[in-house]
């Protein structure tokens, strides 16, 4: 898979082995967390945005269900909210950011609480 411009290369690991790599829009900055997948389409099988800082997010006006992934400042899986819906809310406490993927993509890659995302590029 090509990456395009503004994507991170990410690992989830668990116990020291990688069990999926995702290709993640970095939205790092205010205009971009803000937006976050707001108009955009639903992304792709491995692809997602990682929003940082972060620790709540809102599904208003969007127009499918995502995963929600929350990681503490070592990038490890503190909570993960599944087929979070349109017109719903999600916060974890002592998250420092959020990964964002389309709906059923952590069941897929077998992603879970306690694992552990590393940027790999």
């Known amino acids: 898979m090509t990456m395009k ?5 990410v690992q989830v690991q668990r116990e020291g082995g990688a069990i999926a790599e995702l290709h993640l829009l970095a939205a790092f900055d205010m205009l ?5 997948l707001l ?3 639903q992304p792709l099988p491995g692809q997602g945005i990682w929003l940082k800082p972060c620790n ?6 969007m127009g499918y269900a995502i995963d929600v992934l929350f990681l503490d400042g070592e990038g490890r899986v503190l909570k993960l909210c599944s087929q979070l819906r349109p017109w719903r809310i999600a916060a974890c406490r002592g998250a420092r950011s959020v990964v964002e993927l389309a709906a059923g993509e952590a069941a897929r890659l077998k992603i879970g609480e306690g694992d552990v995302i590393i940027c790999v590029a």
């Open 5 to 9: 411009a503004g994507y991170r290369a």
């Open 56 to 61: 709540a997010v809102h599904c208003w006006f």
């Open 32 to 36: 971009r967390r803000a937006r976050g």
């Open 39 to 41: 108009g955009r389409p």
